[in-house]
């Protein structure tokens, strides 16, 4: 048998039925591997080895129906683990336990799925890039010097560097398909509503969704039905889908009219030659499978970029700090609560509103098409520190704007969006696209992605970062 990191998280959960391996057995594989390997790749700020080594043995003794069961999942630092700290990736929670699971991880753990830890993640889940006061920074396996995005860097980085099958992450405005780009993976932004973020952390906007990060399209196909769910009190509701979304990777697409565009909407933002290059392969991998493919406008505008920074002002302000905390922030993070504190009331309705009727207007053009193809980031994999490295912390605002110009929109709409790994620079650096869908298309997203993935011959192929 291959080494157990080499095989995906479905082909380790049939080899657990087929009593090949044993839970505690492939557990305790991953946990040898984050302690030689995570100090260089950062993707875990706690890990929880008894506690999953636990788990494991009870799963080797009661194994549950599913596609999963058996398979270890880290769970992003930002969704609280009964009776496990918490951090929300800032000191000012250095010490705080949580006091329930959030019901996603609840889907989870009934799944049979193993928790080894908490994936990093940047203060409150704000900025595009995984540094912090607590941890080292979250870097990319395919090159340790570059960052692995964010917030969900620390998931993709273990799921890059063999440290975890698949991991559970969030996504507010592109957080899931950055990392997912710059660390080679595919990760999927459900439709708004399809995953509840009950019982406590609240779904005002209905930006924030939480989805999965994985190696190829089945798995995180998987991973999505099992993470799937709402609760009472749910603000918002997906159009309910027939069937599993893992079925849905072995059904073929049909042949779809898919649009694209690659000009961002964000002022002075410059597309690298490498992402378009990405851009028009992938364009032309969709044109060889027989689907149309149509260039259009940009569906949305350039006021929608100020609109939009208005409401993420005000979510740095959502997370309680006593002021004799204030200096625990990361200086990114004091800047935007200052911007989101002077943000009144009307100023902050008045931007929704506006992002309301500009997606109205964007879905008029979008819902003409199966899927809307787009670069998923500006540039290739930036180094750690980039984003600081300038005089004024207003400019590294600036630069996470202009480098993740294109996902934040579908997050504004609702539509499901996927992080395809297609293209490798000859520096060997990941670079993704982004496919979206129509409000409650996933289903279509991802038979059309395991089409391209099949296509191309899997989206790792032979590439393996170095630190595998």
Known sequence: MRELHELSALEQAQAIRDQEISPVELTQHYLDRIERIDPRVGAYVTVTAERALEQARRLAEELPDGPLAGVPIPVKDLNLVKDVPIMFGSSTYQGFVAPVDDTVVERLRDAGTVMLGKTATPEFGLPCYTETYLSPPARSPWDLNTSAGGSSGGAAAAVAAGLAPAAQGS??????????????????????????????????????????????????????????????????????????????????????????YAQPVVPGADVAPEVLAAYEAAAATLAALGHEVVEIDPPFRAETVS???????????????ADDQVELLRPLTRRLREHGFATSAPAFLQAQAALQLATRAALAVTNAYDAVLTPTVTQPPRPVGWFEDVDDVEETFERMKRFAAFPAIYNVTGQPAVNLPLHWTEDGLPIGVMLAGRLGGEGTLISLSAQVESARGGFWGDRRPPVW
């Open 307 to 321: 609109e939009f920074t208005v409401m993420w002002y005000a979510f740095a302000c959502m997370h309680p700090v």
């Open 171 to 260: 996504d507010g405005a592109g957080s899931i398909r950055i990392p997912a780009s710059v660390c080679g993976l595919f990760g999927i932004k459900p439709t708004r509503g399809r995953i509840s973020f009950a019982p406590i952390i609240p779904d005002l906007a209905g930006l924030s969704t939480n989805g999965p990060l994985a190696r190829n399209v089945a798995d995180a196909a998987a991973l999505l039905d099992v993470m799937a769910h709402n609760s009472p009190g749910d603000l918002y509701l997906a159009p309910p889908h027939e069937g599993t979304f893992l079925e849905c990777a072995t059904r073929e697409p049909g042949r779809l009219r898919i649009a694209r």
